[in-house]
């Protein structure tokens, strides 16, 4: 049977896997075992094995379960409150400040916490109701926080970046810097959309005036306890900086960087926040194990997944058709693109990255495409669909904090912030240095 069609079979049984609901490591490991055996036979499974848990056993992996641990002890600690309320302060008065409030929030909880689906829960349980009640319009309350969440995984450090940067075998500390002006970026774009659409709402008008006396009364009252909010949420920006600082200086590995960001957050936690008590710690270590168990088996089977396309020269037979394609680099980067925004819709980014990276950086070098730069693209289009169906994790996420907002009007509210996102690869692609300025600066 030839590569091409072999290929299709792998890939229809893999959707139909997924379709039915199996685990995607399980998925991906099933189908990867049956072409392995169809080609190869029975004694492949020993192969099998052996690729499986060399591929986890790599030392850059530790930084995985370390970050997530470091965002799991911001997460289930009152950050997430204390930021709200401290960017409230400064950012209240804007046209739709609140909801820009919230975008900063969710971009430096991102920071802190490196997952989307943590940001979006943290600061929108304090976030939805409280712009609810100022009169926010449902879709605009609820897709700045599904956006805003996103940034999760842009904005460094992020979990993702150190999966490509292990897949594709590139600089982890610069894949770091160059998702810092593009996060940024986003993050100005959903700010500038946010205060537009509720210039343009009639209803917001009102609640910003119904509201504004009652916040010139209180305002020493929320200078003072969101001053106090500011402070405790300053040692967790200082380990982030000292991360990156670490990263950057090329003091610490991002491993070892990781281990000490995960103790002074867990640390910092217990302290500031008196989570003394065995109940959050457990909660923390549980929350922490159960996804980087998740994320590392998706990564294990990946690579089993990699091996046996490349064994079967599925992966080969790909890249050189593509190769081959006698069109403008741009036409094929865009070709690029549409596949990776279809295959965020149905996949998480880890898996995705895991999947294809290894496939299409040779595809991006040989177009004489940056690899850093793909990083970001890549990462951004993951970011589309993680707030559009049929997965939109941020969705789901979102219904369950306000569940009285229909999916439907989370999805339209969060649908502009996933054309400010489309806006975002697009400016990069005419204005590379956007990703490329910050990291050839501090690292040549």
């Not at 609640?207 to 006396?213: H, L, V, W």
Request: net charge neutral; with cysteine.
């Amino acid at each position: 049977m030839d590569p091409i069609t072999l290929g299709i079979i792998v890939a229809v049984g893999l959707v139909v896997l997924m379709a039915i609901g199996t685990p995607i490591a399980f998925a991906l490991g099933g189908v990867s075992l049956v072409a392995l055996i169809y080609d190869r036979g029975l004694p492949e499974l020993t192969y099998f094995g052996e690729t499986f848990f060399d591929r986890i056993a790599e030392f850059g992996f530790v930084a995985i379960p370390m970050f997530i641990l470091m965002g799991a002890a911001v997460a289930s600690s009152p950050t997430g409150r204390d930021l709200y309320r401290s960017l409230d302060l400064w950012l209240g008065r804007l046209p739709g400040g609140l909801a820009v409030s919230n975008i900063g929030a969710c971009s430096v909880f991102a920071a802190l916490s490196g997952s989307s689906p943590a940001t979006c829960a943290a600061i929108g349980k304090m976030g939805i109701p409280e712009m609810r009640k100022r009169g926010y319009p449902d879709g605009v309350a609820a897709g700045c926080i599904a956006a805003g969440g996103t940034l999760g995984i842009l904005i460094p450090p992020s979990v993702t970046m150190i999966v490509y940067g292990i897949a594709t075998e590139t600089s982890i500390g610069r894949l770091f810097i160059a998702g810092v002006m593009p996060g940024l970026m986003l993050a100005g774009l959903f700010m500038a959309w946010t205060m537009l659409a509720c210039r343009l709402d009639a209803g917001q008008r009102r609640g910003m005036a119904q509201t504004a006396a009652r916040l010139q009364e209180t305002i020493k009252d929320n200078v003072d306890t969101n001053l106090k909010a500011l402070v405790r949420v300053l040692p967790f920006l200082a380990v982030v900086i000292g991360i990156l600082f670490a990263l950057y200086g090329g003091v610490a590995t991002p491993s070892e960087a990781a281990g000490v960001g995960a103790f002074l957050c867990l640390a910092l936690a217990m302290v500031i926040y008196r989570m003394w008590q065995a109940g959050p710690i457990k909660l923390i270590l549980r929350d922490s194990l159960r996804e980087s168990v998740m994320i590392m088996l998706i990564i294990a089977a990946a690579e089993v997944f990699a091996y046996a396309l490349s064994s079967l020269f599925i992966t080969q037979t790909v890249a050189t058709a593509i190769t081959d394609l006698e069109v403008n680099r741009w036409v094929l980067m865009g070709v690029i693109n549409v596949f990776l925004l279809v295959a965020g819709f149905f996949l998480p980014p880890v898996a995705v990255i895991v999947m294809t990276a290894p496939i299409l950086l040779p595809i991006i070098l040989a177009a004489n495409f940056d690899p850093y730069w793909f990083a970001v693209i890549l990462t951004i289009n993951l970011e589309i669909g993680l707030i559009t169906p049929p997965v939109g994790l941020n969705l789901f996420i979102i219904n369950g904090i306000a569940p009285d907002i229909s999916l439907r009007n989370i999805l339209m509210g969060s649908l502009p912030y996933a054309l400010c996102m489309v806006l975002g690869i697009v400016l990069l692609c005419f204005f590379p240095g956007i990703a490329l300025w910050l990291p050839n600066l501090i690292m040549g």
